[in-house]
């Protein structure tokens, strides 16, 4: 076929107009690309901003539960040092309501039992052989400072308003006559008690020169009722 001049300028055309399309498929394909490219930076960008946010927040969040730790910790310290001091308030309590004859007590303690000396012919006066109200209050007293917590004489519990009188050949408590002998119960440490009663020159030996006859005997459980309320 023989190829005139017309045909050759529309190959050229063609020619033309296909690097034409080429090049501009080329060109959007780039675009297209770089503007995704674009939108996933962006993207990755605004979850690296979040991410940084939500840290940051973290971090705050974190202090403020240390600081409310911290106060939970001061706080549980605050309420176990009241609790402590409600524990010895009622302890303390307790401790004046057993002094003061308000509960029934119960513990280990001594039993002291002061009897009158069989006749004694060299005394000429029989009161110089029974047991008098000092004598009781020696032995009270002893074992009180002693530390004993709560005291009876014949299973008749004393008070701090407790008064002891002779009155003939029997002492009065409160009011209640008892004979000899007198069994005076108390609770508290008996070595401490016993201790205390029996040491050189003291509470036993004077009664003992004043012709009383003395028995102390260590007690593992001594009850006390609480007193009658008059």
């Known amino acids: 076929m023989k190829m005139n001049g017309s045909h050759v300028i529309l190959s050229f055309v063609c020619l033309v107009l296909g ?18 490219l674009e939108r996933q930076w962006n993207k990755e960008y605004e979850y690296r901003q979040q991410l940084i946010e939500q840290q940051e927040q973290n971090k705050k969040l974190q202090a403020e539960l ?16 009241e609790e ?24 280990k303690g001594v039993e002291v039992t ?3 000396a ?19 209050f020696q032995v009270v007293n002893e074992l009180l400072i002693a530390g004993a917590s709560a005291i009876s004489i014949n299973g008749q519990r004393l008070s701090h308003r407790s008064y002891i009188v002779c009155n ?16 005076i119960q108390a609770i508290g440490d008996p070595n401490v008690l016993i201790a205390a009663l029996t040491i050189a020159g003291g509470v036993k030996d004077q009664l003992t ?22």
Do not use: C
């Open 19 to 36: 690097f034409m399309l080429a090049f501009s498929y080329q060109i959007t394909k780039k675009e297209t690309t770089n503007r995704q």
């Open 84 to 107: 402590q001091i409600y524990f010895n308030l009622v302890e303390d309590a307790e401790r004046l309501r057993m002094y003061l004859g308000k509960v029934k007590v119960k513990g």
């Open 118 to 136: 069989s006749y004694i012919p060299s005394e000429a006066n029989a009161t110089n052989y029974i047991v008098h109200e000092q004598h009781v």
């Open 66 to 81: 240390f600081k409310k730790q911290q106060r939970v910790r001061e706080m549980e310290k605050e309420l176990a040092s």
């Open 209 to 230: 020169s004043d012709h009383i006859v003395v028995d102390i005997t260590e007690k593992s459980e001594i009850t006390m009722e609480p007193l009658m309320q008059k």
């Open 114 to 116: 002061l009897s009158d």
């Open 168 to 183: 003939g050949p029997v002492i009065e408590i409160d009011g209640t006559q008892h004979p000899a002998p007198f069994v």
